[in-house]
């Protein structure tokens, strides 16, 4: 239904770039699954992943989520679909979800990482290629 990338400049992800996404909606009873779309490459140096994603539909109520997502198994291999240096993450966002009100709905996408004991967040997030958003019929 909707497949989108966008890329990540230098593969730096700034903590304040927001990606965002907009779709339409016209089918307010079909079910959905969203899904976050990330790609990486071997200069992303932790095992997981944390995200701040929101939901902005057509009448401005927002809904705003802190996601975690494991990008490598215990033995530190990254996750994800590739033969080459970058894989692909398809990361379960939503499930079974119906877009109520017709209309343009905006997808927002941030990174929330930060070291060990340390307030402040990463000022960048190396290794993140491509953030993207994908949207299937659910079954």
């Known amino acids: 239904v909707y497949n989108q990338f966008k890329s990540v400049e230098n593969n730096q992800w700034h903590k304040d770039s927001i990606v965002n996404f907009v779709f339409s909606s016209t089918d307010t009873l079909q079910k959905n699954n969203i899904f976050i779309t990330l790609r990486n490459?071997?200069?992303?140096?932790?095992?997981n992943l944390f995200l701040i994603v929101g939901i902005?539909?057509?009448n401005n109520y927002k809904i705003v989520d802190t996601l975690e997502y494991?990008?490598?198994t215990p033995e530190g291999r990254f996750l994800g679909s590739g033969i080459s240096d970058i894989k692909e993450n398809k990361l379960e966002y939503k499930t079974n979800v119906t877009f109520s009100i017709k209309g343009d709905y905006l997808i927002s996408i941030q990174q929330a990482m930060r070291k060990t004991r340390d307030i402040e967040g990463l000022s960048y997030l190396e290794g993140i290629t491509d953030v993207g958003v994908q949207i299937e019929k659910a079954k």
Not at 41 to 47: A, G, I, L, V
């Open 70 to 72: 494991e990008m490598t």
């Open 41 to 47: 490459n071997k200069d992303y140096e932790f095992s």
């Open 56 to 58: 902005q539909f057509p």
